[in-house]
């Protein structure tokens, strides 16, 4: 398994961004497809973007399409969301991901995903 650890969670204003990165462990980062998720206060948790282990394919959720961007570093074992335009309801806790296989697209399931980080807040003000 590998282990996770996100960072760069925070408050900002809406209209503003934030970059979240998620280092792994490990030498072989480069066979599994990462995903982000996130989880606001009384919901389920739900897929935010996901991407394969080249970095070749990657998906988004519509809510997020077009304002967010999902990126990995194979030789840094990490991997990044850059969250532009935010919104208040983008207001979670974002959870990285990691699936183990070269599968060539990236699944959006979270029961895909084995391994889980601990969380970062990010709260967008209005």
């Known amino acids: 398994q590998v282990q996770l650890v996100e960072s760069g969670g925070g408050l900002v204003q809406a209209g503003g961004s934030l970059r979240l990165s998620c280092a792994a462990s490990?030498?072989?980062?480069?066979?599994?497809?990462m995903g982000w998720f996130r989880q606001a206060p009384g919901k389920e948790r739900e897929f935010v973007a996901a991407i394969n282990w080249s970095g070749g394919n990657t998906v988004y959720a519509d809510s997020v399409k077009g304002r967010f961007t999902i990126s990995r570093d194979n030789a840094k074992n990490t991997v990044y969301l850059q969250m532009n335009s935010l919104k208040p309801e983008d207001t979670a806790v974002y959870y990285c991901?990691?699936?183990?296989?070269?599968?060539?697209?990236?699944?959006?399931?979270?029961?895909?995903?084995?391994?889980w980080g601990q969380g970062t807040q990010v709260t967008v003000s209005s």
């Open positions: 490990g030498r072989t980062f480069s066979t599994y497809a």
């Open positions: 991901a990691a699936r183990w296989g070269r599968y060539y697209l990236p699944s959006t399931d979270r029961a895909d995903f084995g391994s």
